[in-house]
């Protein structure tokens, strides 16, 4: 990369300068690997003095001879040290296309910035950039440079520190070759578009100003191009046509951005069709100061008020969010241990696998409705559904009451079981039959809805003996039980009456030695795959004899 530090007279081709047999003195630099591309740039890494600098290339399409006019012009360009015009390096002679190099902005085009909203824009951040953008033109128009000639959101560049540089002024030499893409020809002032005018004039950066404000004011694309149903191809000609129709961009905002009145007058002012009734750069600034007389100009204090304030406000949506997380995680926690055990769900949220465990006494309980097929030939689907559910609200009350677990409920039957999960000792018996009689006695208020004469009973049975436990199924898992114990207990409820409880010998003597239960015996009773049984009926139990005041762990 050669950077042009002597003035000569006549002219010298590019390699002439490249190769150095000429009276032009340059500095060399060498530009490392590439580290990015765009359609219009490429950037690299240069080393300097001290460290490795990022820089910016951009591409242009020509090989024309550089007389003493435009080294002259290039020379003046790289002396100049302007707070918001972006820094020229020089020229790239060796590159295969030929490139000039403008120092690199960390934080990319205004363009860029808009479309990622990368920092929430109000009234005074649009102020500061559009106050630099002026700042840096009006430097340009008082010059020998006259105008910029191709000022787009594209050309106005963010430093780390916010502040904007134009980038890509002089060097109109080089533009009568270069490719522009129709979308970079929407900041274009009317005028120019109809005289294929690439150079562009004062007037035509006023003009490009007022479509970067909008661009600004409304934080969107140019002309909001992707929500128009024209494309820039139909906005170009419908431009060049003019007239009271020409359109503009949209200046409809957000009311929180606390725009002046008097800056939207001005961009309207800066895009008219005339270009005589457009303000020159010097009114522009006049006007912009107006604006502000009573502010701080300083946008880094505002930048960081702002960032101070988002935090603020995040750190207080944040705490927001995951206090709302927590009571979400709790609801579904209540739901996952409504469908299993506590310290099952735990484990299986830990990814932990749940062994098969055997326990050697517990209590298993099942009750169906009795004539329920009958019940339910007489209603809708809809009524059997709300008739269970109605049924099974009250059941699912009385259980937690009672240090038990719900297996699962098919149809009308139901079965719980007691010392499973949750070893209790001997006091399972207990809880089972403490439940079996809240749930006979709850049924004399139970009303069905659509057929109040209807009376509903169920048959309850239950049985104490061993199982082993386990969890089945990954897609949706079950906590099941397994054993001789299953198959007994639900015997004892199809053996049962309407009504009554009807337990097995093992669970009597359960609850004869806990004391408190009455019970009677029924005889033997023929059971299938069991042959005779001694059964007995469960009638009553003493109030002292009622298990303690149970609470579950998840509540």
Known sequence: MNKITKRV?????????????????????????????????????????????????????TR?????????????????????????????????????????????????????????????????????????????????????????????????????????????????????????????????????????????????????SAEMITRSSVFDIENRKEDAEELIYMLKKGGLQSPRPSLEHDESLEINPAYLHLVRDCWTERPSERPDIKQVASQLRSMNSNRNDNLMDHVFNVLESYASTLEDEVAERMKELVEEKKKSDVLLYRMLPKQVADKLKLGQTVEPETFDVVTLFFSDVVSFTTLAGKCTPLQVVNLLNGLYTIFDSIIERHDVYKVETIGDGYFVAS????????????????????????????????????????????????????????TMPRYCLFGDAVNTASRMESNSKPGQIHISNEANEMLMSLRGFTTEPRGEVIVKGKGVMQTHWLLKMDEAAAPKNYKREND
């Open 419 to 474: 010392g499973v999960p949750r070893r209790n000792g001997n006091e399972h018996t207990r809880n089972i039959a403490s439940m079996s009689l809240g749930f006979v006695s709850s049924l004399a208020d139970f009303r069905v809805p659509h057929m109040p004469a209807e009376r509903i009973k169920i048959r309850v049975g239950f049985h104490c003996g061993s199982v082993v436990a386990g969890v089945v199924g990954l």
């Open 64 to 212: 024309l001879l550089l007389d003493s006019k435009t080294c002259a012009t290039m020379r003046q360009m790289r002396l100049i040290d302007h707070g918001n015009l972006n820094k020229f390096i020089g020229m790239s002679l060796d590159a295969p296309q030929l490139l000039s190099v403008w120092k690199y902005c960390s934080r990319g085009s205004l363009a860029d910035v808009i479309r990622k909203a990368t920092i929430q824009m109000d009234g005074f951040f649009i102020y500061s950039l559009m106050k630099d953008i002026v700042n840096g033109l009006s430097w340009i128009h008082e010059s020998n440079f006259e105008f910029h000639g191709m000022l787009t959101s594209k050309t106005c560049l963010l430093n780390d520190r916010w502040q904007l540089k134009i980038t890509d002024f002089g060097l109109r030499e080089f533009r009568t070759r270069d490719q522009f893409h129709v979308m970079d020809r929407l900041w274009t002032a009317p005028e120019l578009l109809r005289n294929d005018d690439i150079m562009g004039s004062k007037e035509g950066d006023v003009y490009s100003l007022g479509i970067i």
């Open 9 to 61: 007279k006549g002219e010298h081709s590019m390699r002439s300068i490249n190769s150095g047999p000429s009276t032009i003195s340059s500095t060399r630099s060498t530009m490392s690997s590439e580290i990015g591309e765009t359609r219009n740039y490429s950037f690299f890494t240069i080393r300097n003095d001290v460290e490795m600098e990022k820089i910016a290339a951009r591409k242009h399409n």
